[in-house]
T-cell receptor, first 112, second 108 residues
Framework: NAGVTQTPKFRVLKTGQSMTLLCAQD?????MYWYRQDPGMGLRLIHYSVGEGTTAKGEVPDGYNVSRLKKQNFLLGLESAAPSQTSVYFC???????????FGPGTRLTVL | GQSLEQPSEVTAVEGAIVQINCTYQTSGFYGLSWYQQHDGGAPTFLSY????GLEETGRFSSFLSRSDSYGYLLLQELQMKDSASYFC?????????FGAGTTVTVRA
């Protein structure tokens, strides 16, 4: 089992460019999450999904969109990147309503 | 909304005991989780308390008092590999809200 994987691991964007971050899990988990982590601020929830075809907003959803067309994949999109979106992005999945979450290795994104 | 408070840093020597406190304010509280993160890597789950009391998992224990909106993580017999960041997180509905984290540094 690969667990939770994220693609890409690193990316540098220019302001205004768009990109999609891919999260994949092979554990058949219902719940999936996207977080961003900035220095000294812990993990903040961007969007989440409670099942295939569903998405919902978290604490900091502005500037991001998500899709969950297949149960195993959760995509995070940045339509027009801004320097404020420079961060480390973590994806997680959970089998049991979210209290135990399994995290991917993260994507380190820099927006210039 | 949710707010969590935990100390930013703790330093201790190998073999010592460290307690990381977490106080929270939240609506719709279901339970308190703890996660460990080494050097910015993937956070890993340590423990979860839904009810009052102590949960023990090896050298780590976690405690919850719902009436006091308070919990702690106890790290016993500290080892160098325990140097990491530790996050408390309140579970509400299907989601977690994380604290800012406590950096634990273990000295020889």
């Amino acid at each position: 089992n690969a667990g939770v994987t994220q693609t890409p691991k690193f990316r540098v964007l220019k302001t205004g460019q768009s990109m999609t971050l891919l999260c994949a899990q092979d554990m058949n988990h219902e719940y999936m999450y996207w977080y961003r982590q900035d220095p000294g601020m812990g993990l903040r929830l961007i969007h989440y999904s409670v099942g295939e075809g569903t998405t919902a907003k978290g604490e900091v959803p502005d500037g991001y969109n998500v899709s969950r067309l297949k149960k195993q994949n959760f995509l995070l999109g940045l339509e027009s990147a801004a320097p404020s979106q420079t961060s480390v992005y973590f994806c997680a999945s959970s089998p049991d309503r979210g209290y135990e979450q399994f995290f991917g290795p993260g994507t380190r994104l820099t927006v210039l | 909304g949710q707010s969590l408070e935990q100390p930013s840093e703790v330093t201790a020597v190998e073999g010592a005991i460290v307690q990381i406190n977490c106080t929270y304010q939240t609506s719709g509280f279901y339970g308190l989780s703890w996660y460990q993160q080494h050097d910015g890597g993937a956070p890993t789950f340590l423990s979860y308390n839904a009810l009052d009391g102590l949960e023990e998992t090896g050298r780590f224990s976690s405690f919850l008092s719902r009436s006091d909106s308070y919990g702690y993580l106890l790290l016993q017999e500290l080892q160098m590999k325990d140097s990491a960041s530790y996050f408390c997180a309140v579970r509400h509905d299907y989601k977690l809200s994380f604290g800012a984290g406590t950096t634990v540094t273990v000295r020889a």
